[in-house]
């Protein structure tokens, strides 16, 4: 069974925040909402295990470690 890698695994995750919060940055919540689902649909449909991605959902979920 396949697991979720939960290892870093950015090439440049500096980058890839700039990139994030530009593209939130001046939208309203709403649109911003809408970008994140699209993204999250997006990013689901290319791991497409569904395995996977119930790990992903489950540990989502979990509160994070600092509100434990």
Do not use: K
Not at 4 to 32: G, K, W
Not at 40 to 54: D, K, P, S
């Amino acid at each position: 069974m396949s697991r979720l890698n939960l290892a870093p695994n950015f090439s440049d995750p500096d980058a890839f925040y700039a990139a994030l919060t530009a593209l939130h940055r001046e939208r309203s919540d709403e649109e911003s909402e809408r970008i994140n689902a699209r993204l999250i649909l997006l990013l689901a449909n290319h791991v497409g295990n569904q395995a996977v991605l119930e790990e992903a959902l489950h540990i989502a979920a979990a509160p994070a470690p600092q509100e434990r």
